[in-house]
């Protein structure tokens, strides 16, 4: 696994080349946003030693495979970390797939995954988690959210954007690398998110697939641009 720090309190995971979590400093410790693959656990502890800090806070972007695969495990390694997530991810964690009648009736697409650990609070659009801001960003899952860290203006996006074989918002295909475009849910909404991400002003991007992107304005108004041409008729409110 590939360790590389971003500014003062962010550190990127990156497996496999493609598949990213992230660390982010508190004065306690490090908030680690996302699981990563099934068999990641070591490796995250791993990095949280070689940084010098103890996992204080665990929490999610979504409920995919790919974000929580290591969940159970890695809570098993830091007991005493605080757990919090969406409401929304526990029930598709605890395997009940159903959709909110107010949410758009499409078919869920990506590798759902039932997972044993619970949230020990709820985290939802607006609250404040150590330094980062909650953005409900539903598109490429229902319980999608993001982080905003207020020091910097770190976001991380989880699967809002991808960056890897060129930035896109979800549901946008990107043919070197299109497993994220394959596991967006409902593709207008994503584009409402995305938006609403943009308008945020981040001075750095961090997503769950593919490198951090600096002073992302222009990268990101572009990728919106793209979503407009495709999914700019059917936008839904995000």
Request: no cysteine; net charge negative.
């Amino acid at each position: 696994m590939k360790l590389t720090q971003h500014g003062e309190n962010l550190w990127q995971l990156t497996r496999l080349g493609a598949f990213n979590s992230y660390f982010v400093r508190e004065a306690d410790g490090l908030t680690l946003i996302d699981t990563n693959l099934g068999g990641t656990h070591k490796d995250i502890v791993q990095a949280a030693q070689q940084i010098g800090l103890p996992i204080t806070r665990i929490t999610l972007t979504h409920a995919h495979g790919d974000h929580v695969g290591s969940l159970d495990e890695i809570v098993a390694l830091t007991p005493h970390a605080e757990v919090v997530f969406a409401q929304r991810t526990e029930a598709f964690l605890q395997g009940d797939l159903t959709l909110l009648s107010h949410e758009p009736q499409h078919k869920l697409r990506g590798s759902f995954v039932t997972r044993s650990t619970r949230a020990q609070r709820y985290l939802a659009h607006g609250d404040q988690f150590g330094s980062l801001q909650v953005v409900a960003v539903p598109g490429h899952a229902p319980d999608l959210i993001a982080f905003f860290d207020t020091r910097d203006g770190t976001l991380i996006g989880g699967d809002a954007f991808q960056t890897k074989a060129g930035i896109a918002v979800a549901g946008v295909m990107r043919w070197l690398f299109p497993f994220p475009a394959l596991a967006t849910w409902h593709p207008p909404t994503a584009l409402a998110s995305a938006q609403i991400l943009r308008d945020l002003n981040p001075a750095r991007l961090a997503v769950g697939h593919g490198p951090v992107i600096e002073n992302p304005d222009a990268a990101m108004a572009q990728a919106i641009a793209k979503a407009e041409a495709v999914y700019g008729g059917e936008i839904q409110t995000a």
